[in-house]
């Protein structure tokens, strides 16, 4: 480790932190309805969608007509994609030939971005058209962001609103949220990605001749713009199968800085909306710095490992820590902040592979999804996965004294205690079971590239990733199978639909009850003693869940490597 790697990490630390409250003030104007320095750009555009589809902006609905419109809407999306997939050899913009997509790697791409996954089991540049790549992928890279901040948004009104009925109106949340935030902020930045060089085309590939004589095919296509949105939107799938580690995803390390940027700034400046809805910002970084310790822990020690390096080489004469899978143009930290950042987001970009991470390396971003990535966590899933845990920490610390549990002046009742562990439940069930499956089938042990506990992380990684929406891989598990396409998809459904449902009815019962004037009584939750409550009920119900997983995985190879056994 040096002084320059603790640098770039503070460097981009505080890059987050100044972007919280000026876009979080943004953000909260967008979903308040109030005007924006875009309205005159985007108020029409606006409009006239609400015309034509006969959305009224003024209505609110209740928390069963938010979620089923939610769900409507990402069934459809989902149908459409699969179709598109399935046609994309029949239809334009197809300069490679690609042929149909095989109907269980279509219904699994479709259920990945359709829950903003983006789980990747195929060769993006050798299987999917422009076409797919921009009218499937890229549009649902846009409204699987919009989805999610969308639902963040419904929870915040729950504790904002008192005596009421409605919690929004999903069809508003998700047209604003996609022209006035996500659409601006790409167009911007994609054209800032094409000035430092990536592709942005719909030319045919292009074929170069080697220094050998040898012949090589170049692909490249419509990059910028879906990279962008990629990371904007914490989604995560790469136009080419290197993801950000291809120089033209990821070209230099003013491009990688600005990625990691963008996969935090939604989700660290929506605790800043949480508090401006809320009538106090004190409330929103509380909540930031829940998020801040865990990153800032997290990334300690996956820069530790990382740099540390294997001792079995160090003993042969190897210096500079573990650079394998790494690209020398990030080097050590920039991988590890990377792989850190994009495992507390659910994004499953990765400028590095976390396959040939030392095993605490390689744990660090296990562990960050297996606590529900909230750690500023996905757009919107971050926000209210860690409000679930907030909920759950006055409940304790209720309990402790005696009195009915109160956050934000809402009671915490036994409805919401109820369906908040339901929600946090509902994502171990999903990992632990498909994994012990998958540990027992033949069609299982067959995906991973390594034996022993190696082999094991790379299918509980696989699972890990596909429950919590996050998308990344170990790379070393062959998972285009009819097996892992079926099973990963139904893990995909089970963590962001299963979850979100009891999120919106929390909400729902949230925002009908009234507001208790605070007492002597009242737990303060604006503080560190709240927040180092909620990192301690964080750490001990992810621990208490996956540390006998992870005794089975990383754990073991770490000690196993110390005593010179390698896998």
């Not at 902040?337 to 970009?349: E, I, K």
């Amino acid at each position: 480790m040096t002084f320059n790697g603790w640098f770039q990490i503070a460097l981009f630390s505080a890059a987050v932190v100044l972007l919280v409250k000026p876009f979080g003030g943004y953000m909260t104007r967008v979903f308040s309805g109030e005007r924006t320095i875009l309205s005159p750009v985007f108020g029409p555009v606006e409009r006239l969608f609400y015309r034509l589809s006969g959305v009224d902006e003024r209505r609110d609905q209740s928390w069963i007509g938010y979620a089923v419109s939610m769900l409507l809407f990402s069934l459809v999306g989902f149908v459409l994609l699969y179709v598109l997939q399935r046609f994309q050899a029949l239809l334009p913009f197809n300069p490679a030939g690609q042929s149909a997509v095989e109907e269980g790697l279509a219904f699994n791409t479709a259920m990945s971005f359709d829950t903003n996954t983006n789980w990747q089991s195929y060769v993006p540049e050798t299987t999917m058209s422009y076409l797919v790549q921009m009218a499937g992928f890229t549009v649902h890279n846009f409204v699987s962001a919009a989805t999610g901040i969308a639902l963040a948004v419904a929870l915040i009104r729950g504790f904002a609103r008192r005596s009421a009925k409605g919690i929004g109106n999903f069809w508003v949340d998700l047209t604003r949220c996609t022209l006035y935030v996500l659409l601006p902020v790409s167009v911007v930045v994609g054209l800032f990605f094409v000035w430092q060089g990536m592709p942005q085309n719909l030319s045919a590939y292009t074929e170069a001749t080697t220094l050998e004589g040898a012949k090589q095919v170049i692909a490249q296509g419509p990059v910028a713009s879906q990279e962008v949105i990629k990371m904007l939107g914490t989604n995560g799938g790469g136009f080419f199968n290197a993801n950000s580690s291809h120089p033209f995803e990821n070209p230099s390390a003013i491009t990688n800085f600005v990625q990691m940027v963008l996969i935090f700034s939604i989700g660290a400046a929506l605790t800043n909306v949480f508090g401006r809805m809320v009538g106090d910002q004190r409330q929103g970084w509380a909540v930031f710095a829940v998020m801040g310790m865990l990153f800032l822990g997290g990334v300690a020690i996956a820069y530790w490992a990382e740099a540390a390096g294997n001792p079995i080489l160090a003993h042969l004469g190897a210096v500079g820590g573990n650079m394998e899978g790494k690209e020398v143009r990030f080097g050590i930290v920039n991988s590890a902040l990377f792989a850190t950042v994009t495992t507390d987001a659910s994004c499953g970009a990765v400028n590095s592979m976390h396959d040939s991470f030392t095993p605490l390396g390689g744990l660090v971003p296990l562990f960050n999804i297996q606590l529900g990535e909230i750690i500023f966590g996905g757009v919107g899933s971050g926000l209210y996965g860690m409000l679930l845990f907030a909920i759950i920490s006055v409940f304790v610390a209720g309990l402790m004294v005696g009195r009915t549990p109160e956050y934000l002046g809402k009671k915490i009742e036994a409805r919401e205690v109820k369906m908040a562990m339901l929600a946090i439940l509902i994502l171990p069930l999903s990992i632990l079971g498909f994994t012990a499956i998958a540990t027992v089938v033949d069609a299982g042990l067959a995906g991973p590239a390594n034996q022993g506990p190696h082999g094991f992380s790379e299918i509980l990684y696989a699972y890990t990733s596909g429950t919590g929406n996050n998308g990344s891989a170990f790379a070393g598990i062959s998972a285009n199978t009819l097996f892992y396409n079926t099973t990963l998809a139904l893990a995909m459904f089970i963590g962001r639909f299963l979850m979100v449902v009891p999120v919106i009815a929390i909400a729902g019962s949230l925002a009908a009850k009234k507001i208790v004037p605070a007492s002597a009584g009242t737990f303060p939750t604006d503080g560190p003693l709240f927040a180092g409550l909620v990192v301690g009920v964080i750490l001990i119900v992810g621990g208490l869940t996956f540390f006998p997983a992870l005794a089975l995985g990383p754990l073991v190879e770490h000690v196993a490597m110390g005593a010179g056994t390698l896998f």
